[in-house]
């Protein structure tokens, strides 16, 4: 018996329904049954990336994620001085400070203090990073605090005197907002007042805007210097016979193969003043012996340590475009009447942009963020942005701020990978 909702279709050999529509054999629309196996393969499909989605979700993406709510979120004050964060969420940060508002404080910090001895230094800590003499003053308030009675504003001003100057209340206002762009204010030399609005920091003090444009020029100079470098050694590779290609290889990838401290070390050796370049330079007579170069704790020094460590990644991928290239498109351009240096410069260098723009891209990213190498070569003067996130999370603790300036080279990354699409294209990318 055949079932009436479908019927053979002779002519074609296959099973249709009564409007014609292709079924499987067990009588399933042939579209609903590739549907289903299509589903199929990508349920098993995801299985198989699962794993690696959740490392990616677990060391790139979510730290990324807690990085940026960092540099906008600090509870510190709020949550060990609620009563006082009450008090000046209705504060306008012009009038004088209230009788309200000193009690709230007298209370928060006795409460801190039974709780741990150490929160009242976390709020003043908290408080230091906008006004600076905050610490010692919580640390004598909160000695003082339990024998204070009404009036409060009076107490305060008798245990310290700087509970009469304005500048510590506002800053308490500041510090007591839990979401708060005052990080990222910092992160480019502007200070966040108590009113909501913006101004300049002290001259002395406007040091990371200036860190970061130090940064991209560096960067931008050591990958200038890879491709100089890299290009010529990546041409020798695809185009030498296996056997001295190969040893060239082993060569460009040896760095690979010791450690990154002990090679910045080994520059540190040979970039001092009695070190083996000075030696040489003193040797062929580029200069005396009583003047010689300069070429370490400095950003010389930097440079050349970053280049060096940096140029296995500029080689390999312009090397593994360059392979890629036919020979018949320079000698088909020489046929016809293309002289070596253009046949190479109208027809071979072009073909080779996408390593180059790989390579480069590589090199920046990787630079941009630099730490060790900058810290034992590049001395004071040396120094990148990297260096200073590396302290405020290891020496001052100031989580945020370090988030902040982590969000703002993650956002310069981004803009630089965005124009790197918008100019070469990522499509065009080749690491390898």
């Known amino acids: 018996m055949t079932d009436a909702s479908y019927q053979p279709d002779t002519t074609r050999g296959s099973l249709t329904d009564a409007s014609g529509a292709l ?6 629309p042939l579209k609903k049954k590739l549907r289903q196996a299509l589903a199929v393969s990508r349920r098993r499909a995801f299985l198989l990336v699962a794993p690696l989605l959740l490392f990616i979700l677990a060391s790139f993406a979510i730290p990324i994620l ?20 009450s008090v000046l969420r209705e504060w306008d940060s012009n009038s004088e400070p209230t009788e309200e508002m000193a009690a709230a404080v007298v209370m928060d910090l006795i409460n801190a203090k039974k709780i741990s001895r150490s929160l009242p230094t976390k709020v003043g800590t908290r408080v230091n990073r906008e006004v600076s003499g905050a610490i010692s003053l919580f640390k004598k308030t ?13 107490e305060l001003h008798k245990a310290d005197k700087k509970w009469k100057d304005p500048a510590y209340w506002k800053a308490m206002k500041i510090a007591s907002k839990t979401i708060t762009p005052a990080y990222y204010a910092a992160a480019v030399d502007k200070k966040y007042l108590a009113d909501g609005s913006f101004a300049d920091q002290p001259e002395d003090r406007q040091i990371y805007v200036s860190l ?9 100079g050591v990958m200038l210097a890879c491709v100089l470098l890299g290009f010529p050694v990546a041409y020798l590779l695809s185009h030498l016979p296996s056997r ?35 030696d040489i330079f003193v040797w062929i007579g580029i200069t005396s012996d009583d003047q010689r ?41 020489k046929s016809l009447g293309a002289t070596n240096w253009t046949a190479f410069w109208r027809v071979y ?7 180059i723009g790989a390579g480069g891209l590589l090199v920046f990213i990787l630079a ?18 990297s260096n200073f996130i590396a302290y405020h999370m290891q020496k001052s603790l100031n989580w945020s701020l370090a988030a902040a300036l982590g969000g703002i080279l993650l956002v310069l990354v981004l803009i630089l990978y965005w124009l790197y699409d918008k100019i070469v294209g990522i499509d065009n990318m080749k690491l390898g």
């Open 368 to 385: 941009i963020g630099y730490y060790i190498t900058p810290a034992l070569v590049g001395g004071q003067d040396g120094q990148l942005i």
């Open 142 to 154: 909160t000695r003082k605090a339990p024998k204070m009675k009404a009036p409060f504003l009076a």
């Open 212 to 220: 970061f444009v130090k940064t991209i020029l560096v960067s931008g």
């Open 244 to 278: 001295q290609a190969n040893l060239l290889m082993i060569l460009v990838l040896l760095p690979f193969w010791t450690s990154l401290l002990v090679r910045t070390t080994a520059w540190i050796a040979m970039l001092q003043s009695a070190g083996v370049l000075n």
């Open 23 to 28: 079924l499987a054999a067990d009588g399933t």
């Open 349 to 355: 260098f072009p073909a080779t942009i996408p390593g």
């Open 293 to 333: 170069f300069s070429l370490i704790y400095n950003m010389t020094g930097t440079i050349i340590a970053m280049t060096h460590i940096l140029l296995p990644f500029m080689i390999l991928p312009i090397y593994s475009v360059m392979k890629a290239i036919p020979p018949s498109h320079v000698r088909a351009a």
């Open 66 to 85: 807690l990085l940026l709510v960092q540099g906008v979120k600090d509870n510190t004050f709020s949550s060990i001085m609620p009563e006082t964060t």
